[in-house]
């Protein structure tokens, strides 16, 4: 079971990106985890998804800026990502727990317990910087 996410890259301040999650390697339904990790910080929650998509979350530090969505035909999630700060400069994980339980997903996400979740795509760096 693999994740890949990708589409990172160096943006302006106030500019955007769109990360994608291919989680096409999934054969259930899972939700799907987004997570961050900046230089000497700790790996923390950003936002996550149902597998139906009718269900989502976002972290205050990105709320009303990341959308999370999700195409089930192409087993893609993304992450579009407006009005991007400075402070959003880090490496971005998609990740899924072991049952695929959005429950389970959105409890490690809001709580930062990036160690719930068992499935892991290698990150994308994002770098915000004029």
């Known amino acids: 079971v693999q994740l890949q996410a990708s589409g990172g890259g160096l943006v302006q301040p106030g500019g955007s990106l769109r990360l994608s999650c291919d989680a096409s390697s999934f054969t259930d339904g899972y939700a799907i985890g987004w997570f961050r990790q900046a230089p000497g910080k700790k790996r923390e929650g950003v936002s996550c998804i149902s597998f139906e998509g009718g269900s989502y979350f976002y972290a205050d530090s990105v709320k009303g800026r990341f959308t999370i969505s999700r195409d089930r035909v192409k087993s893609k999630v993304y992450l579009q990502m407006n009005s991007l700060k400075p402070e959003d400069t880090a490496l971005y994980y998609c990740?899924?727990?072991?049952?695929?339980?959005?429950?389970?997903?959105?409890?490690?996400?809001?709580?930062?317990?990036?160690?719930?979740?068992?499935?892991w795509g290698k990150g994308t760096q994002v770098t915000v910087s004029s």
């Open positions: 990740a899924a727990t072991e049952d695929g339980d959005y429950l389970e997903t959105l409890t490690a996400v809001a709580g930062d317990q990036p160690d719930d979740m068992k499935y």
